[in-house]
């Protein structure tokens, strides 16, 4: 008997799972079983009713009961709030939900009725989630000063640079990961690096490029406060090159406003124009952005400073080609296309990538 009234249990919970219960039986399952295996089987109800652990009195009076007053009234202000979350699309809360019964319909009710209503519809709003950093934030392993104390001008190229690592999406949930360097003279671009991780590795790659471009350059190297510039190998790398160690203060991103500006730039000038799919896509978008800047692109301070060029020359502003003279926004129309190693393939796309 026991295992034929815990299987008939299961089964009727689950089908009023299904349905939205308004009631408020909390034996309503159990009471349902023994009706249903005492009309099946003629089990006496005494004993169902002690295995499915509940009085025989109330399986008795269970059938005659009538649906109070609070229960219909229940059922129609459930449907006149499934009306409402269907019209506003799966927007609104419980809190919203009530503000809407009694402006709109006149409907006078407490807020966790409505509350209480909604979960037993599975109605659920439309709300932004909160980015939770599951990965375990290791220990600061080297702090440097604010040595560049928001001193964002250089006379000479190579003497103050500027690092940080923006992040891309893609497809469902792909990222990318940019590790640039910038010049503060002239605010040129040094090198960069791509990668689908955000580790000490990707930090290395922008550097090591740099290291072998600029092999007499020991400037300033300015970064926020992320584990891989705070980490002994970092710190070690640097050391051994003889380049001096900036940090931002804790909580201040105006401390690497340059190099957050890029970020900021490169996405709504490229990224937010277009829809990425593939990684290789997103890496053949933006390697060839990064050219352009480098080559072409006029920050302010290039007007008397001018651009740096890949042989450590100096290009003034007003030697630069006609139409390379301003940045374009938008359309990309100059943009070609441009391996991972800087070597152009020929012309960029201008649709949709």
Known sequence: MEPAVQQKYQQICWCMDQLPDFSGVRHEAAYQTVKELHEAYHWPAYKLCSVAGISRAGSYKWPSRTARSKQLEDERLAHRIGEIYQNQRGVPSYRQMQII???????????????????????????????????????????????????FTAKEPNKKRLTDVTEFKYGMGGKVYLCAILDLYGRNIAEFALGQRNNIALVFEAFGQV???????????????STQYTSRTFRKRMKETGICQSMSRPGKCL???????????????????????????????????????????????????????????????????????????????????????????????????
């Open 101 to 151: 019964l009694e402006r709109r319909y006149g409907v006078m009710c407490n807020l966790k009725r409505v509350q209480r209503l909604m979960r037993i519809l599975d109605l659920r709003s439309v709300y932004r989630r909160k980015k939770r950093t599951r990965r375990k934030k290791l220990p600061m392993e080297y702090l440097a000063e604010n040595i560049l104390d928001r001193s």
């Open 211 to 225: 290291f072998q471009r600029y092999l007499d350059a020991r400037p300033l190297v300015h970064s926020d406060r």
């Open 255 to 353: 401390d690497n406003v340059p190099m957050e500006g890029l970020g900021g730039i490169l996405k709504s000038e490229l990224y937010y124009l277009y829809h990425f799919d593939e990684y290789d896509q997103l890496c053949d978008a933006i390697a060839p952005y990064i050219h352009v800047y480098k080559r072409g692109t006029i920050h302010e301070s290039r007007r008397q400073q001018g651009i740096l060029t890949e042989d450590g020359k100096i290009l003034r502003a007003a030697l630069l080609p006609a139409g390379r003279a301003r940045r374009s926004v938008g359309g990309h129309g100059f943009l070609r296309k441009y391996d991972r190693g800087g070597r152009e393939t020929g012309p960029m796309d201008s649709g949709r990538v």
